[in-house]
């Protein structure tokens, strides 16, 4: 039984794969509450498949790139249950879980870029071929540097329709289709590292001044 989840964009997605296919999903749209929302959503699917922890044996998670707070919870909550439960943990990259289901589709047909949002009037971005196989990136960008006519998936495209014209779905990834793409191996494995791309935004605060 894997237990799958992402929480590197808005959307905290949760589901259990059998090894035959998905019995249990779960998602919500909320970018401010990955914490409060990802343990009951484990929950809730973990019910609903008739399962409790002990019958998990692999965990799938998203590893971004995406905002440093959200993106931790999730991977916290991977590295810490596949430890208690003594199971092993595989990472995704979160932009290759959005080409795997646009490519499944077989609406995109050439080509294309997954675009999410990293705030700061930025994407992060990547880009596949027909078949969902990346071929550059990722990357973070100001939209206008990676501007395209070409097909958009993500959140990217819909936030920025100046830089990308052409969007289509999916707008967020699915944990359904991450555990489909862990159980099938459909994109690399990694290790459940963040991909933060860049730095938190913390100032360092100055130096005290001396007293004299």
Not at 26 to 41: N, Y
Not at 59 to 68: A, L, W
């Amino acid at each position: 039984m894997l237990l799958a989840f992402d929480t590197a964009t808005p959307a905290v997605t949760v589901a259990v794969h059998d090894g035959t296919r998905v019995v249990a999903e779960k998602t919500t749209l909320d970018a401010m509450r990955h914490g409060e929302l990802l343990a009951p959503a484990i929950s809730a699917v973990l019910s609903a498949a008739g399962l409790v922890r002990q019958d998990l044996t692999a965990i799938g998670v998203g590893v971004g790139p995406g905002p440093f707070t959200g993106l931790r919870v999730g991977l916290v909550t991977a590295r810490t249950l596949a430890s208690v439960l003594e199971i092993p943990v595989y990472g995704v990259c979160t932009l290759d879980v959005l080409a795997a289901e646009a490519a499944a589709t077989g609406a995109v047909g050439e080509d294309f870029v997954v675009a999410t949002d990293a705030r700061r009037k930025e994407v992060y971005w990547a880009t596949y071929d027909a078949s969902g196989e990346r071929l550059d990136g990722p990357q973070v960008s100001k939209p206008e540097e990676v501007r395209t006519t070409g097909r958009v998936v993500g959140r990217g495209a819909t936030l920025y329709p100046d830089a990308f014209a052409r969007a289509l779905p999916p707008e967020h990834p699915s944990a359904a289709v991450l555990a489909c793409v862990v159980t099938e191996e459909g994109a690399a494995l990694c290790d459940p590292e963040p991909m933060y791309l860049r730095r938190p935004h913390v100032a360092t605060p100055p130096l005290p001044k001396q007293v004299s």
